[in-house]
């Protein structure tokens, strides 16, 4: 198995409600990452887990809560968005525990719209 | 901190033509450089990478990139294209030092006319 897998593909949601992304990659990759992609923008970073432990977060909001069970699962939840939210949240992972050298495998997204 | 510009937006080219996608870095560190392509509703991938070494570096779908260090600039290159390689293009540099933090230029929209 050679790719990272994203759930939901799209998802609305309003700004009372919680939901959680999901991403999964059967690599045996250590590290794993969440980036916002809004539209004709570059990825942005979002937060970095090493070996299962959360080792960046770039400033996001408390609305965005990350967590990583096992060293294949990665989830977003999400909770009281706002409409500027919305965007293309990428997940990928990497084999070396976040190296600097590192290529990184990316998911195909999923597609959040706040309401 | 590092920053990244890719000074074209866009970059129409006929089928079978040569490309060039440029790319200027900043930084106050040593940076490794990174192409990722974006097909149309998918993830990126990654096209080639410079660590160290020689300063061509040749990377998948017949694409290469040149890192000149005193110009700080890592172009992508390729000398034929095809239909297929409509993307969009990004360049990518990371601090040698610590956690890998990806800082990506605004991309290039490749589009090939036949």
């Known amino acids: 198995d050679t790719e990272v897998t994203q759930t939901p593909k799209h998802l609305v949601m309003g700004m009372t409600n919680k939901k959680s992304l999901k991403c999964e990659q059967h690599?045996?990759?250590?590290?794993m990452y969440w980036y916002k992609q809004k539209a004709k923008k570059p990825p942005e970073l979002m937060f970095v887990?090493?070996?299962?432990?959360?080792?960046i977060n770039e400033s996001v909001p408390s609305r965005f809560s990350p967590e990583c069970p096992n060293s294949s699962l990665l989830n977003l939840h999400l909770h009281a968005l706002q409409p500027e939210d919305s965007a293309l949240y990428l997940c990928?992972?990497?084999?070396?525990?976040?190296?600097?050298?590192?290529?990184?495998?990316f998911g195909p997204g999923t597609r959040l719209t706040v309401l | 901190a590092q920053s990244v510009t890719q000074l074209d937006s866009q970059v129409p080219v006929f089928e079978e033509a040569p490309v060039e996608l440029r790319c200027n870095y900043s930084?106050?560190?040593?940076?490794?450089l990174f192409w990722y392509v974006q097909y149309p509703n998918q993830g990126l991938q990654l096209l080639l990478k410079?660590?160290?070494?020689?300063?061509l570096v040749k990377g998948i779908n017949g694409f290469e990139a040149e890192f000149n260090k005193s110009q700080t600039s890592f172009h992508l290159r390729k000398p034929s294209v095809h239909i297929s390689d409509t993307a969009e293009y990004f360049c990518a540099v990371s601090g040698i030092q610590g956690a890998q933090k990806l800082v990506f230029g605004q991309g290039t929209r490749l589009t090939i006319n036949p």
């Open positions: 410079y660590l160290s070494g020689s300063t």
């Open positions: 990928a992972s990497s084999p070396q525990g976040a190296s600097a050298t590192d290529t990184q495998y």
């Open positions: 887990y090493s070996y299962e432990k959360l080792s």
């Open positions: 930084s106050s560190v040593s940076v490794y």
């Open positions: 690599m045996g990759h250590r590290a």
